[in-house]
Nanobody, 115 residues
Framework: QVQLVESGGGLVQPGGSLRLSCAAS????????MNWYRQAPGKERELVAV???????NYADSVKGRFTISRDNAKKSVYLQMNRLKPEDTAVYYC?????????WGQGTQVTVSS
């Protein structure tokens, strides 16, 4: 059974940091690209960061220089280190795993940036 379980969300003040984790099971994690998306209330889902199976990364312009995506294939996990958080980063954050034609999604974790 395929599972992606996100964790690490919460309430943080502007300028603070959080580290999100996504634990995978039920598929060959190391051969999948892993992505973090987010969706704020009333907005469309936004791609935040991507890490390929080979470890190449890419980021949305809105988070470049503040967020870092990484993966640990031995632990079957992907991470999103988020620094210098802003109120506009408030959203539900989702991880997904992609290897055409398959896509797997997690259930999301809430991140709220507020004073």
């Amino acid at each position: 059974q395929v599972q992606l379980v996100e964790s690490g969300g919460g309430l943080v003040q502007p300028g603070g940091s959080l580290r999100l984790s996504c634990a995978a099971s039920g598929f060959t994690f190391s051969s999948y690209a892993m992505n973090w998306y987010r969706q704020a209330p009333g907005k469309e889902r936004e791609l935040v960061a991507v890490i390929s199976a080979g470890g190449s990364t890419n980021y949305a312009d809105s988070v470049k220089g503040r967020f870092t995506i990484s993966r640990d294939n031995a632990k079957k996990s992907v991470y999103l280190q988020m620094n210098r958080l802003k109120p506009e980063d408030t959203a539900v954050y989702y991880c997904d795993a992609r290897r055409a034609p398959r896509i797997y999604w997690g259930q999301g974790t809430q991140v709220t940036v507020s004073s």
